[in-house]
């Protein structure tokens, strides 16, 4: 199974700032992703993440707010910008198409706390 | 839209087989079906997907019906380990999942 590590593991910011979160695969993969769970909630999907071109964003989703890179086949970034404190939940990232093609693996998580 | 529907809650007895059910009318012909499983807001973790045949692994069985709409999660010998919030997932989209509760 891929393995995906998510950095910070955990932040506490300002209102208005912005955080970038950033994903690493183990491995090469086709497909990467970004959820967003609020506290007691389940997942909701944010974006997929598109090597070499803009993410394709779910409905009540933006670029400007949540901005996404993805530079190469194991590795994205999300920013949450202008934060606020409805902001405040867990960011986990996802990753779908390595060696054993249709498995689809998450990471750890990021909690962010925004005051 | 996607949509899966789950019970919210379930029991189990430890050492007894839980069956979990889903159902997803709306998954499109080459989507899999994903489970996953979540403790105390750690990331999902993967169990088992399939597509039209029943699967099996060292986790769980998964048993999708014929016309797709809807599968069933086997965990054969629950433990109190086993104690989560379960979630089908179809087309990425996550519902309300099943807290399963094992008990001795």
């Known amino acids: 199974s891929a393995v995906i590590s998510q950095k910070p593991s955990r932040d506490i910011c300002q209102r208005g700032t912005s955080l970038t979160i950033q994903c690493q695969v183990d491995s090469q993969v086709t497909m990467m992703f970004w959820y967003r769970q609020q506290p007691g909630q389940s997942l909701t999907l944010i974006a997929t993440a598109n090597q070499g071109s803009e993410a394709t964003y779910e409905s009540g989703f933006v670029i400007d707010k949540f901005p996404i890179s993805r530079p190469n086949l194991t590795f994205s970034t999300l920013t949450v910008s202008n934060m606020s404190p409805e902001d405040s939940s867990i960011y986990l990232c996802s990753a779908r198409g390595g060696l054993r093609s249709t498995e689809q693996f998450f990471g750890p998580g990021t909690r962010l706390t925004v005051l | 839209d996607a949509k899966t529907t789950q019970p919210p809650s379930m029991d189990c007895a430890e050492g007894r087989a839980a069956n979990l059910p889903c159902n997803h009318s709306?998954?499109?012909?080459?989507?899999?079906v994903y489970w996953y499983r979540q403790i105390h807001s750690q990331g999902p973790q993967y169990i088992i997907h399939g597509l039209k045949n029943n699967e099996t692994n060292e986790m769980a069985s998964l048993i999708i019906t014929e016309d797709r709409k809807s599968s069933t999660l086997i965990l054969p010998h629950a433990t109190l380990r086993d104690t989560a919030v379960y979630y089908c997932?179809?087309?990425?989209?996550f519902g309300t999942g099943t807290r399963l509760q094992v008990f001795p």
């Open positions: 997932i179809d087309k990425l989209i």
């Open positions: 709306t998954i499109s012909g080459n989507e899999y």
